[in-house]
Antibody, heavy 120, light 107 residues
C-alpha cells in the first residue's frame, strides 16, 4: 500500500524558515518524480514544486522560486521541501504527491498534508 | 501561462441528477487534463486522467470528455457521497495548473 507521510509543518514567523519532509513507502520511490502541492485555508490547489526521480531536475512555481528548495534522498525514501523567507501567503496545507506513472504529472497518491502557518 | 477556468464555481443538484462541470484552457493542451475530487476535510482524489480515462476504482457514473481547450466532467446520476469540490488540472508541461474548483452540493 502506497503511503506518503508529511511532517515538519508548524507556526513560523514571517521571514522564517521551515523544512518539510515526506516519508514514502509501498512503491519504488526512486522511480518516480515527486511533487509538492499546497492549499491555503478555504482555497484551491496550487502546484508548488517537483523533482525528477534521480533529483537531477527540479521545478518551482513562480510564487516560490528562489525561496523554496525541493530535494530527495532515495536511500531514505524521503522527499523534502526547504522553505525560507516565508510570507503570510505561504500559509497552507502542503501535500506530498506521487506521479501516477513515470513521466506524467498526474497525481494518484496524496499524503494527508502538513499545515504551515506563517504569522507573527 | 495557460489558465484553467472552471464553471460553474458552485452548483446544487438533486440526487439522481446529471451534473456537468466545464473546464476551459486558455490555450490548447491536447488531452493532458485530469480531474480530482476533494470531499470536505479530505485529501484530493484522482478521478480521471488523459481527459477521459477513469482511474481504477472510480465509479462509472463519472466520465470525462474533451480535447484541446474545452473539457467536461459529468456525473451521470448524482449521489450524496459525491458532495465535494472538483478540480481540473492541466499537465501538458512542467507548469502544472489547477482550475479554481467547482463545489457540488445536494439540493
Amino acid at each position: 500500500e502506497v503511503q506518503l507521510v508529511e511532517s515538519g509543518g508548524g507556526l513560523v514567523q514571517p521571514g522564517g524558515s521551515l523544512r518539510l519532509s515526506c516519508s514514502a513507502s509501498g512503491f519504488t520511490f526512486s522511480s518516480y518524480a515527486m511533487h509538492w502541492v499546497r492549499q491555503a485555508p478555504g482555497k484551491g490547489l496550487e502546484y508548488v514544486s517537483a523533482i525528477s526521480s534521480n533529483g537531477g531536475s527540479t521545478y518551482y512555481a513562480d510564487s516560490v522560486k528562489g525561496r523554496f528548495t525541493i530535494s530527495r534522498d532515495n536511500s531514505k525514501n524521503t522527499l523534502y521541501l526547504q522553505m525560507s523567507s516565508l510570507r503570510a501567503e505561504d500559509t497552507a496545507v502542503y501535500y506530498c504527491v506521487k506521479s501516477r506513472i513515470v513521466g506524467a504529472t498526474v497525481f494518484d497518491y496524496w499524503g494527508q498534508g502538513t499545515l504551515v502557518t506563517v504569522s507573527s | 501561462d495557460i489558465q484553467m477556468t472552471q464553471s460553474p464555481s458552485s452548483l446544487s443538484a438533486s440526487v439522481g441528477d446529471r451534473v456537468t462541470i466545464t473546464c476551459r484552457a486558455s490555450q490548447g493542451i491536447s488531452n493532458y487534463l485530469a480531474w480530482y475530487q476533494q470531499k470536505p476535510g479530505k485529501v484530493p482524489k484522482l478521478l480521471i486522467y488523459a481527459a477521459s480515462t477513469l482511474q481504477s476504482g472510480v465509479p462509472s457514473r463519472f466520465s470525462g470528455s474533451g480535447s484541446g481547450t474545452d473539457f467536461t466532467l459529468t456525473i451521470s446520476s448524482l449521489q450524496p457521497e459525491d458532495v465535494a469540490t472538483y478540480y481540473c488540472q492541466k499537465y501538458n508541461s512542467a507548469r502544472v495548473t489547477f482550475g479554481g474548483g467547482t463545489k457540488v452540493e445536494i439540493k
